[in-house]
């Protein structure tokens, strides 16, 4: 079945550093892809989604690209700051079935120290 | 302000004594679902309901029971409660074809001692 794999935290960076979440998946059909952000007490919100190959998601300096040939979607950011310490989710939602079931990797914790 | 509300948010019981996490949304949304959230497993499907009346089970429905009686209402019930469902629940609602981008409520820790 589908599946979301992403690499393990804890991620502990420093304030201005360079981000890569990692997350691969393996899907049999077209699925849209998501970063979901998880902040410490809270619930999981929508970070930035891709619908088809090639498509870029992004949102408050996040990135990821759909990458199809590598069945990749790895997060990105070029400076993060401690305000982004939280749990980060990479998902997946197929579109086969007759609803948007959504899998979720294991999520990866960053801590990002002043 | 467009929200998913669930009580309580923190809960300690015993084991077996029934307990019900209410799950409510304000966005009209037809499709709602549960997750438990478990260290190393990410969060996983427990229960999910495409519109009033109707329920289906996830992929870890064991020990949970689900109503939908209305649009807004989710509530997930558990009749005789395990250590093994000390866990962290996520209600979470959207619209169908909405493509994945669910709404979650803010979650209840609950553990069973």
């Known amino acids: 079945g589908d599946s979301v794999t992403q690499m393990e935290g804890p991620v502990t960076l420093s304030e201005e550093a360079f981000l890569t979440i990692n997350c691969t998946y393996t899907?049999?059909?077209?699925?849209?892809l998501f970063w979901y952000v998880q902040y410490p007490g809270e619930g999981l919100q929508l970070l930035l989604k891709?619908?088809?190959?090639?498509d870029k998601g992004s949102n408050k300096g996040f990135e990821a690209t759909y990458r199809k040939e590598t069945t990749s979607f790895h997060l990105e950011k070029g400076s993060v700051q401690v305000s982004d310490s939280a749990v980060y989710f990479c998902?997946?939602?197929?579109?086969?079935?007759?609803?948007?079931?959504?899998?979720f990797g294991p999520g990866t914790s960053l801590s990002v120290i002043p | 302000e467009a929200q998913v509300t669930q009580n309580p948010r923190y809960l300690i019981t015993v084991t077996g004594k029934k307990l019900t996490v209410t799950c409510s949304q304000n966005?009209?949304?037809?499709?709602m679902s549960w997750y438990r959230q478990d260290p190393g497993l990410g969060l996983r499907q427990i229960y999910y309901?495409?519109?009033?009346?109707?329920?289906d089970k996830g992929d870890v429905p064991e020990g949970y029971k689900v109503s939908r009686k209305e649009k807004r209402n989710f509530p997930l019930i558990l009749e005789s409660p395990s250590p093994n469902q000390t866990s962290l629940y996520f209600c979470?609602?959207?619209?169908?074809?909405?493509?994945?981008?669910?709404?979650f409520g803010e979650g209840s820790r609950l553990t069973v001692l």
């Open positions: 979470a609602s959207s619209q169908p074809g909405g493509a994945g981008e669910l709404f």
């Open positions: 899907a049999t059909g077209y699925p849209s």
């Open positions: 891709a619908t088809k190959a090639d």
């Open positions: 998902a997946l939602s197929d579109r086969r079935t007759s609803y948007d079931k959504v899998i």
């Open positions: 966005m009209n949304h037809e499709y």
């Open positions: 309901s495409m519109n009033v009346e109707v329920t």
